[in-house]
Every structure is written in structure tokens, then in C-alpha cells.
């Protein structure tokens, strides 16, 4: 089945996740790998006028929400993967490839579908038991929004309504980051970020789940 044609949008934000091969770990430590992604990542803003809102790195794959003001998440993909691997490479010694499959992306089209797409991201760590807390995640820049740490790379701020709000109300944003998803609003949220625009499921075992969800 041939990939669906990438959506282009200078406007709209994305989720984007991509995976090592054979769901291995990256072959070099968890701190050295952030660091490649920092430098990495801050070459792709400066080339490519990637916006970056959110980056979290787990044990064999990442999730980021990025922004494409040239509508270029293809050359910005293209880019980041390849110059990842090559420092991954040189690192390691590994001459077989770092990334499996090509990274899978859903454009972001309201608000809703943000603000749980940012929500699901940042309880990833959570979820696969790196962390108690999504503030406490020491490979996520969720801290970095907060003012905790020092940024590595450029961050955007926006959207202003969510990033925004965690900076003006810590205290309510991490209560509502921190309240985990009921597992079947966790499985509804995953299976829409599957999709070329993120949509929530229409059948009928998740219909009761949707409104919930804001």
C-alpha cells in the first residue's frame, strides 16, 4: 500500500513520531543521543525554519510537535533523520541503519486535537515507566517550557494556548498533564495520530470517550 502524500501546511502544527530499526535502542547512551538531537534539531531550525514546540525522546523512537512555516516537513524529516544517523554512526561504529521505518506524521487541525496530541506526548516517558511525573522526564523539553533547564536548541513558544498557559498556570497544566487518560481515551488518541489529520474514532466502542477528551 503506497504511503499516503504528505499534507502540507505552513500554518498548521504536526505530530510527528519516528522509530529505531528493529525497535532497538539508538546504540549510544540516552544523554549523548539528546545532545546529537539538540545540535541536529537547531541546524534544522536554522536551514529549514522549523519551529519545534515539543521534543521527547524515549528508549527507541521520539515524539515531537513541530510547526512548518515553508510547508517543508518532507526536507525537514529528510534532514534530521539522515544527519542523526550519520552522528549516531560515527558514534557507534554501527554502519547499518539507525532509523526502521519512515517517521509517521498527523497534521493537527484544531485545538483539540493539539492540546491532547501535546498531553499524549508529554506522558509517553510516563507511560512506558521512565517517569513518575511528565515535568520530571529529565529527555523531554516540556522542562525547558517551564524554566527549569537550560534550552539546548531553539524552541518556539507557540501556540500561545497551550505553551503559553503552561508558562502562566504551572501549577493547573501539570495537574492536568499529570491525570493519566483512561487506557481506552489512550488507544483512541494513539490510533488518530495514525491518521494523515488527526480524527478521533468514529466506532462505536470509542463513541462514549470522545467528548471527553478537551
Known sequence: ???????????????????????????????QLWRVFAHVLEKTCE????????????????????????????????????????????????????????YQRSLLDSERYLRNAVKYV?????????????????????????????????LSEEPKWILGEIVSDPKKSLEWLNTDYHPMQKELIRLGLRRQTCRWSSNSRFRNWVTTLD
Open 1 to 31: 500500500m503506497p504511503r499516503p502524500k504528505l499534507i502540507r501546511s505552513s500554518t498548521l502544527p504536526y505530530h510527528v513520531r519516528s522509530r529505531s530499526n528493529n525497535r532497538e535502542w539508538f546504540y549510544i547512551p540516552k544523554e
Open 47 to 102: 536551514k529549514y525554519s522549523l519551529r519545534v514546540h515539543l521534543f521527547v525522546l524515549l528508549d527507541n523512537h521520539f515524539h515531537m510537535i513541530v510547526s512548518t512555516p515553508k510547508a517543508n516537513l518532507g526536507d525537514c524529516m529528510r534532514y534530521l533523520n539522515r544527519e542523526v544517523s550519520k552522528s549516531v554512526g560515527t558514534i557507534s561504529g554501527r554502519t547499518n541503519r539507525i532509523f526502521g521505518c519512515r
Open 122 to 154: 508529554c506522558r509517553n516517558p510516563v507511560s512506558a515507566g521512565l517517569s513518575t511525573r511528565v515535568d520530571n522526564y529529565e529527555f523531554s523539553t516540556l522542562p525547558w517550557t517551564l524554566g527549569r533547564r537550560k534550552k539546548l536548541f531553539s
